[in-house]
């Protein structure tokens, strides 16, 4: 069975049309189908590695080492599953692909094209797993009308006509906004989104409305009559307090059901309600701690997306909720402010920008023996206020920061024997770590082996291990038994610094152990 789910948006950017994707792939699973997901982003760049995350959000990491689209983590939360490589697609990838056919000259001459060269190397994507689930739920990125998304959703139409009408469901996520002074929703623009998609040769099968008020029926009769689908498939999407609320609200309009009946399928095995319940009370305790998160993104959560998600969960999970800040760390009274909170968090990051600021906030959640987890960058920040504070290297530093350093504590190993490096020089994607025991790592995974995901270039100087564990440092955990990638401060009641990137690892219905754990010490230093 080779079933696929088309989710396209229109109206603006930004609707959450891969949590209406994750969403509806939920509920389909939860019916016993395997589901898998796969984005599509019309831009040029061949991955996002390298993109900004103000622009584009977190770039997350898959376990075989794709620098993906954030959008790649909600598919993993919501269905609990492990994307790769094939999950991710950018029109600079694709024609990447296309271009160095021709220069091999596999195309025997002939004039390549948009269409059928670059369309055609779509469609294969969009079947590239086919065999590996019964329902492919296909997200294509940006709005429609966008002249770089053209090819597309010219490939979607010519897919739709490839395949079986039953083996096709086609959705299309708009907004309808709420004009204020006349006390009105307005459906004109998702008319309008509508008709475009239309022209290109797609009609939805189905409408999300993005709206902050419900609608009601005579609003969706009129969607339905002006946008040509069924009154039930118009569907509203209300905001939720927690993205893990929606597939409950797709669920009682029976989205899963028109699905199955339009690609004339039937439920694998009975509706599994357990996970309705673990997320029933998602944010809902009165009970919170105060994380403070040091990153240089201060003002841009969605930098920091597999974070948040995490901290959410793991405190979910201990009932209670977290109330996540991020603060900058080039802001003038940081350490003044950090005091309000019960815990501290130092993020992954590259470049030197708000590198010192991130080291004073360590200093002071170590001295203070508050709850800190670093990660990555922010455990290379750990290692380096440890060598200039608790070994007096003054000048320590990582390379990435200062070239000459005296005392590079963090710099670039890819000379080292025995590890293979993906990415070129970048450490990504999953590799092992061996945990030691006795320590604060070991308690908190239960386990002396873990794999988690990696993207980084710079790696702690195993020259200064013996010095700085000297003075009080631990290394945890390395990768091969050379590569450090987990260290502690022996004194502290937790204080844990990781140079991979857990936050990957979060389930709603798996916590990670790292942010369970941190959250736990957070309540225990919880400021009444
Ligand atoms: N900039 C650091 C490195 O490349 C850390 C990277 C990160 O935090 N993801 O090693």
Redesign the pocket.
Known sequence: MAKYIFITGGVVSSLGKGISGASIGKLLQLHGFKVNMIKFDPYINVDPGTMNPYQHGEVFVTADGAESDLDLGTYERFLDVYTSKANTNTAGDIYRTVINRERRGDYDGDTVQVIPHITDEIKKRFAALKNKCDISVIEIGGTVGDIEGLPFMEAARQFQLENKKEDIFSIHVTLVPYIAGAHELKTKPTQHSVNKLREIGISPDMIICRTEHHLDESLKRKIALFCNVREDCVIEAMDASSIYYIPGSLYKQKVDALVMEKLNIKQKKKFDKAWFSKIKSFGEFSKTVKIAVVGKYADLKDAYKSIDESLNIAAADLKVKAEIDYLGAEDKGLIKRLKNYDAVLV?????NRGVEGKIKAITYARENKVPFLG??????CSVIEAARNLSNLKKAN?T?FDESTKHPV?K?LDEQKGVKYRGGT??LGNYKSQIKKNTLAHKLYKSSEIEER??????MNPEFIGSLEKAGLRVAAYHKGILPEIVEIKSHPFFIGV?F?PEFGSRPMKPHPLFEGFINAALLNKKE
């Open positions: 993020p992954g990051g590259f470049g990660i990555c960058l922010g455990m290379q990582s990435e963090i670039i970048m450490r990696h993207r980084h270039r710079y790696e140079q990137h």
